[in-house]
């Protein structure tokens, strides 16, 4: 298996990738909901209200998929990731309603990355944790945009997992993820403070710096600039052209997550050839 072309490890990714990010988009729909249900009950908990009767929304795990409006549970054909929308020409089957592009965006998005992980680092260890790196900031940046939540249902094990790999080491020696970590959650704990006292308004939520720490475990504390850098001209451009095309307004908020997760993927996968080229390119080298 070891001997396999990179060519032929690579497309093994793409597919798996394709079959993950059908998955991913259960978890950006469903696991919203069920955190919504839960705080309503420990709500109802605290206030000694009645217990909620109304049915819990469906599990990501157990619940087969079906269509959000009929609620018709979906054939085989239909949950053929990218192919079956595509088959279905972007409706549901029964019922006609149009397909949220989401599901053909994300199981593509999670396809292309994880063939590029696969190839940057090929078959081993680096490449399979690389491959839950990437699924887990596909389905929090997912997550985000729809609802501007980051769960720590996934920021926390995606934060852990940077310091155990570290203890191997994989990717950093643990000194430098536990102080990425540190430095990755002050950092934007600190801007969001100190944005607070002077507009008395809240710039950015707590699981931006959950993310950013997570970040800062798994690539060390040299990487927490470019990241923010980076994720701060993703999001200037993504907004700019927003509001250019009268999409939103500039009163609308936008979640920073996608643009800290995009960021912190590229820096992960590309970091050290985006440093020399920035080096050679500004003479420094």
């Given at each position: 298996?070891?001997?396999?072309?990179?060519?032929?490890?690579?497309?093994?990714?793409?597919?798996?990738?394709?079959?993950?990010?059908?998955?991913?988009?259960?978890?950006?729909?469903?696991?919203?909901?069920?955190?919504?249900?839960?705080?309503?009950?420990?709500?109802?908990?605290?206030?000694?209200?009645?217990?909620?009767?109304?049915?819990?929304?469906?599990?990501?795990?157990?619940?087969?998929?079906?269509?959000?409006?009929?609620?018709?549970?979906?054939?085989?054909?239909?949950?053929?990731?990218?192919?079956?929308?595509?088959?279905?020409?972007?409706?549901?089957?029964?019922?006609?309603?149009?397909?949220?592009?989401?599901?053909?965006?994300?199981?593509?998005?999670?396809?292309?990355?994880?063939?590029?992980?696969?190839?940057?680092?090929?078959?081993?260890?680096?490449?399979?944790?690389?491959?839950?790196?990437?699924?887990?900031?596909?389905?929090?940046?997912?997550?985000?945009?729809?609802?501007?939540?980051?769960?720590?249902?996934?920021?926390?094990?995606?934060?852990?997992?940077?310091?155990?790999?570290?203890?191997?080491?994989?990717?950093?020696?643990?000194?430098?993820?536990?102080?990425?970590?540190?430095?990755?959650?002050?950092?934007?704990?600190?801007?969001?403070?100190?944005?607070?006292?002077?507009?008395?308004?809240?710039?950015?939520?707590?699981?931006?710096?959950?993310?950013?720490a997570a970040l800062g475990a798994w690539m060390g504390p040299t990487a927490l600039l470019p990241i923010i850098l980076l994720s701060?001209?993703?999001?200037?451009?993504?907004?700019?052209?927003?509001?250019?095309?009268?999409?939103?307004?500039?009163?609308?908020p936008m979640p920073f997550g996608p643009f800290i997760a995009a960021a912190g993927w590229v820096w992960f996968i590309a970091g050290?050839?985006?440093?020399?080229?920035?080096?050679?390119?500004?003479?420094?080298?």
């Amino acid at each position: 298996m070891l001997e396999l072309s990179p060519w032929v490890w690579t497309a093994i990714a793409g597919v798996l990738g394709l079959l993950v990010g059908s998955f991913l988009n259960v978890v950006i729909l469903r696991l919203p909901e069920r955190m919504a249900a839960s705080w309503r009950n420990e709500a109802r908990d605290v206030l000694e209200l009645e217990a909620d009767q109304s049915p819990l929304p469906p599990g990501i795990v157990r619940e087969p998929s079906h269509c959000p409006h009929c609620k018709h549970r979906l054939s085989v054909l239909d949950n053929i990731p990218l192919f079956g929308w595509l088959l279905l020409r972007g409706r549901c089957r029964y019922c006609k309603t149009p397909i949220s592009i989401q599901y053909p965006l994300v199981e593509l998005l999670s396809g292309l990355l994880s063939a590029a992980m696969v190839w940057k680092f090929g078959f081993g260890w680096p490449a399979l944790a690389g491959l839950t790196f990437t699924w887990t900031l596909i389905a929090l940046a997912g997550i985000d945009f729809r609802t501007q939540l980051l769960p720590d249902q996934l920021t926390y094990p995606l934060l852990w997992l940077g310091l155990l790999l570290s203890l191997l080491p994989l990717f950093v020696l643990p000194t430098a993820a536990i102080i990425g970590a540190a430095i990755g959650y002050l950092s934007l704990w600190s801007v969001y403070w100190l944005f607070k006292l002077l507009t008395g308004k809240e710039g950015m939520g707590y699981g931006d710096f959950k993310l950013l720490a997570a970040l800062g475990a798994w690539m060390g504390p040299t990487a927490l600039l470019p990241i923010i850098l980076l994720s701060s001209l993703i999001g200037a451009l993504v907004g700019g052209g927003l509001i250019a095309l009268r999409k939103h307004g500039r009163e609308v908020p936008m979640p920073f997550g996608p643009f800290i997760a995009a960021a912190g993927w590229v820096w992960f996968i590309a970091g050290h050839e985006l440093l020399q080229t920035y080096m050679q390119w500004t003479g420094l080298r």
